[in-house]
């Protein structure tokens, strides 16, 4: 059976795999959790549509839970400082009740 960094290449290696088929139906595919015993492993894969009604699918959906969180509409993509590093808001993560927000560096 592979090793941790193998399943981490493997991962990848599947994403990038993906990327045709991807393309094909408008979709963004990711490779997600790996669940493994001694003969066999599963790969997660998760779909979300690359647009809605002409918008990206991230900025709709944090349309749809932003209000939850005290944001507004045209809080995507605000940046903020934080510890002297610039993020950008995102997203949320719902099932997450300590950091819902999903925001990046840079």
Known sequence: MLTKP???SFRLE???ALHQLSEKYNVNITAGKIRYDDSSFNLDLKMTKKEVNGESFEKVEFEKYCFLYGFKPEDYL???ISNCKTYTIIGFKP?????PVIAFSG
């Open 6 to 8: 193998e399943f981490a």
């Open 14 to 16: 599947a994403e990038k």
């Open 78 to 80: 605000k940046k903020f």
């Open 95 to 99: 099932r997450n009740t300590k950091m």
